[in-house]
């Protein structure tokens, strides 16, 4: 078996293969051709912590990927000097069920995570998309402002957040880093954010809207990832129901998009306003943005589908630049 630790996982799955392969989960997913059973939810009530098991198994194009994925999210990590996620990937043979490789998750998940709004970016936002606003000024955050300048031609990134320590930190970190920009600036506030950007991608645990509605300039693209609970909400109601809304998977978001179930429950428009899961317009079977005004928003709360296509890309280039440790199992 390889053990891959996070700086391998890093360098075992560049962004730009990744947004490729995130391509191929999704539309593995709208094909029929992946199973991916809803997370299963553990709560760990007396630490305030959630553990969510994540298996699937994918037939693609590109070969299959069979895969589990166990992620914990403790509130009280920083206070310990700990990572607030704490994940790892088993990633099994197809043909066998034989153990390959274990995987550092939290690196893989915050990289197929960023390579998934990529995805939906270079099919959705205008082609000539060149200023990006970050919201959250996490890990997160950071795979979201890369995968965004490596699926366009960005030139500017604001980053909000409101810890403005964090947004100058982050900032000073990744000004320049290729394929980001040098002009990477600290928003003083959300609208400064929004009604200056082509590209949005929001990475927060708000519970309410990060921006207002009303400064969202005409032709923006979203990529929401937070709000990944019902009671979660990153985005205005307002915008999503005047935007066309593209979904990782109609199923997962039904059940955990707080962003789509609160406007739901509150009357404001029904699941037929979902127009297509981005599998669906990888495939061809649903068109993508349909003007330059058009508002577009693609929501993701992540798929298992995702790990395991991530997974069996970096296991394979890992196996090729000879990196991790092989270990007896």
């Given at each position: 078996m390889l053990v891959l630790t996070a700086r391998d996982v890093r360098r075992a799955l560049p962004m730009r293969a990744a947004i490729e392969a995130m391509k191929m989960a999704y539309a593995a997913l709208s094909d029929g051709r992946a199973?991916?059973?809803?997370?299963?939810?553990?709560?760990?009530?007396?630490?305030d912590g959630l553990s969510l098991f994540m298996p699937a198994y994918a037939h693609a194009p590109g070969g299959e990927a069979l895969a589990v994925k166990v992620v914990s999210l403790f509130p009280g990590n920083p206070s310990r000097g700990l990572a607030y996620i704490q994940a790892a990937v088993l990633l099994l043979e197809s043909s066998t069920g034989v153990t390959?490789?274990?995987?550092?998750?939290?690196?893989?998940t915050a990289i197929r995570t960023g390579a998934g709004s990529g995805a939906a970016i270079d099919l959705l936002a205008r082609p000539e998309s060149r200023v990006v606003a970050i919201f959250g000024a996490g890990a997160q955050g950071r795979t979201q402002l890369e995968a965004a300048c490596t699926a366009r031609d960005i030139r500017t990134a604001l980053i909000y957040d409101s810890d403005q320590d964090k947004a100058l930190a982050f900032a000073d970190e990744m000004a320049g880093r290729a394929p980001i920009p040098t002009d990477l600036r600290v928003a003083a506030s959300a609208r400064e954010a929004v009604e200056n950007a082509d590209v949005i991608c929001t990475a927060t645990t708000s519970t309410t809207p990060v921006f207002v509605d009303a400064h969202l300039r005409a032709g923006a693209h979203i990529s929401a990832v937070g709000a990944y609970t019902p009671e979660m909400q990153e985005i205005p109601a307002e915008t999503i129901g005047r935007a066309k809304v593209v979904v990782d998977s109609r199923s997962a978001a039904l059940a955990e998009a707080g962003d789509l179930i609160q406007p739901m429950r509150?009357?404001?428009f029904d699941e037929g306003h979902i127009h297509a899961e981005l599998g669906e317009i990888?495939?061809?079977?649903?068109?993508?943005?349909g003007s330059a005004d058009e508002i577009t928003y693609f929501k993701s709360v992540g798929i298992a589908v995702q790990d395991a296509?991530?997974?069996?890309?970096?296991?394979?280039?890992?196996?090729?630049?000879g990196l991790g440790q092989e270990v007896e199992f």
């Open positions: 199973e991916v059973p809803l997370r299963t939810r553990l709560p760990v009530l007396p630490h390959l490789a274990l995987l550092e998750g939290s690196s893989l509150a009357g404001l990888v495939l061809g079977r649903k068109p993508g943005r296509m991530a997974a069996e890309l970096a296991f394979r280039n890992a196996v090729s630049m």
